[in-house]
């Protein structure tokens, strides 16, 4: 899995990268999913976000979603933090 992420502040993306899950061949989703996450958090040095009921709906219809300023358990420099599944 190949997860694209991309901060937004106000309408300008000040950061986006791709980033390739490390989970073992044979992981379900949500491990490739979360690997990808954590990644991308990490190397953006911004907290994970809380995953919300919205954002399993939005990644399901749309293979993306995005995370607010108050998903965040520590206050951010930006308005919002998109996902986007750019492969399985």
């Known amino acids: ?13 000040v950061y986006r990268k791709d980033f390739k ?16 996450l954590l990644g991308l958090c990490k190397d953006a040095d911004i907290p994970a976000p809380m995953w919300l ?6 990644l399901g219809m749309f293979s993306k979603t995005d995370f607010h300023a108050d998903q965040f358990a520590e206050p ?9 599944i750019t492969e399985r």
């Open 76 to 84: 951010v420099k930006f308005d919002r933090f998109e996902i986007k």
């Open 1 to 13: 899995m190949i997860l694209t992420g991309r901060i937004v502040k106000g309408h300008k993306t």
């Open 21 to 36: 899950d490390t989970c073992e061949p044979g992981a379900d989703f949500r491990d490739k999913l979360e690997s990808c």
């Open 53 to 58: 009921g919205k954002n399993s709906s939005e």
